[in-house]
């Protein structure tokens, strides 16, 4: 629900320089951002989740030890019939005590988590092997040489290196990333055609290639300059980077995959109700700053986020999200992502990600120089300022990024409890039984996302970036200062 998430990645991609393919701009297709890149730009620039779950496959789960067989075992789950329209209207009014999932739909949510997980912890490595087979056949060093023969403008070299490394690092994900998109249209997730699919990824590879070599520029202009201290220059040249691309986000780069109108004019209750909620929070969002978004040509989630920084910052609802829930459930959903920002997350979040960085990049920058002492010559790079040593610095970044995993998802979590926690407070009074509205919303969201009703406890700590739905549902009915006579925490 956070688009935070979605700006961290931007963060995570420009720094680590590795791009691959794009994802549908919805909670549960972390599929495809597995699928596609761990720390992909495409995510960086499109993605907001609502739970940290990644999801994956590639090699064999416990009920199969080849690809084909998994195949068969999903063609055979995907042939239950989704719920209507008009079944999730009588779901969305359904009393909630805890997060439960129908027979089929159990058996699907598991199995997608299992892949998940797999993918999840596969493809860093997946990545990282790729960089590593790029610099052994000297492919690196081809593309470096292919671009200084080309011209002695660095800048030109630089476009150069970076559209052929990138190509070359992005084309073996491709299958990965298909098979996903097969795998999600199966399960009725994502209902967005192939051809619309790939022309998708056809323009965030122009998107990505474009930024790429601008920070690759940055990157290797720094180290030449500065040896030593290349690290320190590049990780705060990141910080008006990362403030550059919130602001232009959601005015040039979202607009190239999703269609976006004012929500008054789909939906004038709703913008009423919304500044309600807005007032009862003490902030002030003009209707034109809110948003209608067309999801349903590409996904069945819902979702709904604030997004942008200063003259660009907007509230964003999909129409699935319209759809299938109901004005007081879409309500809670945008207190919550309301809370995001009335709580510092975003420039909290930022500082810390800044700060885990700083720290990446000076160990990134003593592991490199140990490497390229050892393996330079055999991968003909010459020095460190060399185009061909970028994916030393990828493939040593993707790697420090893995471990550091459970840090920023543990912040990110932490966030996501005290948006839910601001979510009920600011809704309460304005909803009857806000609790009861907002573990709703919660079993909507798990039941089309198909979050795992029972997922492993080591798994969400390492890759959930969000709190499970169980918990999240759980909270949501317990909490209740209002009934002890006691004063809410955030909205007073």
């Not at 720094?15 to 995510?43: H, R």
């Not at 999840?120 to 590593?132: D, E, G, T």
């Not at 390492?462 to 809410?488: M, Q, T, V």
Request: aromatic share 14%; glycine share 6%.
């Amino acid at each position: 629900m956070t688009n935070r998430r979605r700006i961290a990645r931007c963060v995570l991609a420009c720094l680590m320089l590795a791009v691959a393919f794009p994802a549908a701009s919805t909670q549960g297709a972390e599929m495809y951002l597995a699928a596609s890149c761990t720390v992909g730009v495409s995510m960086a620039l499109r993605c907001s989740t609502p739970h940290g779950k990644a999801a994956g496959y590639i090699t064999a789960t416990r009920q199969s030890s080849a690809p084909a067989q998994m195949s068969a075992q999903v063609n055979n789950l995907a042939k239950e019939t989704p719920a209507s329209p008009d079944e999730h209207a009588q779901q969305s009014q359904k009393r909630v005590t805890s997060y439960t999932l129908p027979h089929g739909t159990y058996a699907k949510a598991r199995h997608l988590s299992r892949i998940s997980f797999l993918l999840r912890v596969f493809l860093p490595f997946y990545q990282i092997a790729l960089l590593a087979l790029i610099l052994r056949w000297g492919w690196s060093s081809k593309f470096r040489d292919w671009a200084e023969a080309a011209s002695t403008r660095r800048i030109v070299q630089a476009a150069i290196y970076s559209s052929l490394f990138l190509l070359a690092f992005t084309l073996p994900q491709l299958p990965i990333a298909a098979w996903v998109h097969w795998l999600l249209r199966r399960y009725d997730l994502v209902i967005q055609g192939w051809a619309s699919w790939f022309w998708d990824h056809i323009k965030t590879q122009f998107v990505i290639t474009i930024i790429g070599t601008l920070v690759i520029a940055g990157l290797f202009r720094a180290i030449r300059r500065s040896p030593r201290r290349w690290w320190f220059y590049f990780w705060l040249g990141s910080i008006p980077v990362t403030l550059f691309f919130i602001f232009i986000s959601p005015l040039v780069i979202d607009p190239l995959f999703n269609k976006f109108e004012p929500l008054q004019s789909h939906d004038p209750a709703l913008v009423d109700s919304l500044e309600r909620v807005v007032a009862r929070a003490g902030l002030s969002i003009p209707p034109e700053r809110m948003f209608w978004m067309n999801a349903s040509a590409k996904v069945n989630f819902v979702n709904a986020y604030v997004t942008g920084i200063g003259a660009s910052k907007r509230v964003v609802v999909w129409d699935t999200t319209i759809e299938k829930m109901t004005n007081p459930q879409i309500l809670f959903v945008f207190g919550h992502e309301m809370g995001h920002y009335v709580l510092g997350h975003i420039p909290k979040g930022l500082g810390l990600l800044e700060a885990l960085f700083f720290l990446l990049f000076y160990i990134g920058f003593r592991l490199s120089n140990r490497v390229l002492q050892k393996k330079s010559q055999a991968w003909q790079i010459r020095a460190p300022d060399d185009w061909a040593s970028l994916p030393v610095y990828g493939g040593i970044l993707l790697l420090l990024l893995f471990v550091a995993t459970p840090l920023t998802n543990g912040m990110s979590r932490y966030f996501e409890h005290q948006a839910d926690q601001y979510g009920l407070e600011v809704t309460h009074g304005i909803t009857p039984d806000s609790g009861q509205v907002a573990a709703q919303s919660f079993q909507i969201l798990g039941e089309i996302d198909m979050e795992d009703p029972a997922p492993n406890r080591l798994e969400i700590w390492w890759f959930w970036d969000h709190p499970w739905i169980g918990d999240r549902i759980k909270f949501a009915l317990e909490y209740g200062p209002w009934s002890k006579g006691e004063s809410p925490e955030f909205v007073k």
